[in-house]
């Protein structure tokens, strides 16, 4: 009887560095330092920083560092308001052109806030909608309550919990389970193989989206990475962590160089742990 072929392991997830890590230094300042660190690639936050917006100039900073853009976090945010129109589905579907032409496989999309109603009322479907017409994957972020002394506010629609809509494709952000204070291993598992796309960093459980270095909280940010091996994972993990405390830009780095660390320690844990690897 023949022995069965030995499994060969599939490659390890890509780590990327969110632009939004080097906050408030530059999007183009985020190319240097992940290729000076080692990152993979990055994922590209779309915000008031006119490069981030700029499809050429992007170009030319991934070529110039060998440095490629894994994913384009679309203009969601509060402050990101009027960046690429007031028109919702107009921001995604530049979101999806940027990804297209600078080869990016992913779009990070918020649900909509909750005074957005024609945008929330029609979100699930116009997502799968937008999703059939193009294979760059549109990954849903799972959000948070907003918080205020002992009020709380539901300020998503439909929900902050995106695992009660039906996507094809999810993100999830272990600083928004932290901000949520809801279980971050039952909402990952209620994503299934659906879980595209990897926010990391950590939280304690504030009121406010700590985004704090991978290890630094309460978040099993170890335990996800270590049970990608086990899963179908073929997505990215994007270091995306708050460095606006920094002293200096020495330190920024070393915060991001230790996240680069942290991740590529565990997914090699995990590789190693694998079945696939087991003699």
Same mark, same amino acid.
Not at 24 to 46: N, Q
Not at 91 to 96: E, F, H, P, W
């Given at each position: ?40 690639? %990055? ?65 990070? %999309? ?13 979100? %699930? ?68 193989? *659906? ?81 696939? *690897?087991?003699?």
């Amino acid at each position: 009887m023949a022995e069965p072929r030995p499994q060969t392991p599939r490659p390890r997830p890509k780590v990327a560095l969110s632009t939004a890590s080097v906050y408030p230094e530059s999007t183009a300042t985020a190319f240097e330092i992940a290729a000076r660190l080692g990152y993979d690639g %990055v994922e590209v936050m779309v915000w008031t920083d006119p490069v981030s917006q700029d499809i050429d100039a992007l170009r030319r900073l991934s070529d110039h560092h060998g440095v490629p853009v894994l994913a384009i976090h679309a203009p969601c945010l509060l402050i990101t308001q009027r960046v690429w129109s007031t028109d919702p589905w107009t921001k995604l579907r530049r979101a999806q052109s940027a990804a297209e032409r600078l080869g990016a496989g992913t779009v990070v %999309v918020h649900p909509p806030f909750r005074w957005q109603r024609a945008y929330s009322r029609d979100f %699930v479907a116009g997502i799968w909608r937008m999703a059939d017409e193009t294979d760059v994957r549109f990954a849903v972020e799972n959000m948070y309550p907003w918080r205020y002394r002992d009020r709380e506010m539901l300020a998503y629609a439909p929900e902050w919990d995106v695992t009660k809509d039906d996507y094809r494709h999810f993100t999830v952000d272990l600083s928004h389970t932290a901000t949520a204070r809801t279980d971050a291993n039952a909402m990952i598992d209620r994503m299934g193989d *659906r879980l595209a796309h990897i926010h990391l960093a950590d939280g304690n459980g504030s009121a406010k989206d700590e985004h704090l270095v991978p290890g630094r909280g309460t978040q099993p940010c170890a335990e996800l990475l270590r049970g990608l091996a086990r899963t179908s994972f073929d997505g990215h993990v994007v270091i995306e962590v708050n460095t606006r405390r920094a002293m200096s830009s020495a330190e920024r780095e070393a915060d991001l160089g230790e996240a680069l660390a942290f991740t590529r320690q565990h997914l090699a844990a995990a590789t190693s742990d694998s079945p696939a *690897r087991r003699p």
